[in-house]
Nanobody, 123 residues
Framework: QVQLKESGGGLVQAGGSLRLSCAASGRTFSSSAMGWFRQAPGKSRELVAAIRWADNSPWYGDPAKGRFTISRDIAKRTVYLQINGLKAEDTAVYYC????????????????WGQGTRVTVSS
C-alpha cells in the first residue's frame, strides 16, 4: 500500500503564495507519477499538475498554467506544488495522488489518494 500525506494548505489572502507538500510512504516503487488535483465545492475534481518520478517531466492542467509549479524530491519521496498569485477561484481542497499509468491527466490514472489539504483564498 501507498500512503500519501498532504500539508501546507490554509487561509491566504488573494495575491499570496502557498507551497503544498505531499509525502509518500509505503510501496511507492510501483508508482511512476504523482499528481495534484483540486476540488472546489460543487465542482468535479480537476488536475492541477503532475510530475513523473523518473524524468522529472511536469504536466500542467489548464487551471495551473502560469502560476503553479510542481517539483519533486526523490530522496524524500515528496512532491511540492508552489502556487503564486492566489485567486479566489483557487479555493478548493487539494489532493495528491500517485499512479502507474502512462497518462497523468485524469483521476482514473491514479491508484492512491491522500486525504487532501484545504486552501482558502480570501479576497
Amino acid at each position: 500500500q501507498v500512503q500519501l500525506k498532504e500539508s501546507g494548505g490554509g487561509l491566504v489572502q488573494a495575491g499570496g503564495s502557498l507551497r503544498l507538500s505531499c509525502a509518500a510512504s509505503g510501496r511507492t516503487f510501483s508508482s511512476s507519477a504523482m499528481g495534484w488535483f483540486r476540488q472546489a465545492p460543487g465542482k468535479s475534481r480537476e488536475l492541477v499538475a503532475a510530475i513523473r518520478w523518473a524524468d522529472n517531466s511536469p504536466w500542467y492542467g489548464d487551471p495551473a498554467k502560469g502560476r503553479f509549479t510542481i517539483s519533486r524530491d526523490i530522496a524524500k519521496r515528496t512532491v511540492y506544488l508552489q502556487i503564486n498569485g492566489l485567486k479566489a477561484e483557487d479555493t478548493a481542497v487539494y489532493y495528491c495522488a500517485t499512479g502507474a499509468s502512462d497518462r497523468v491527466d485524469r483521476p482514473e490514472d491514479y491508484d492512491h489518494w491522500g486525504q487532501g489539504t484545504r486552501v482558502t483564498v480570501s479576497s
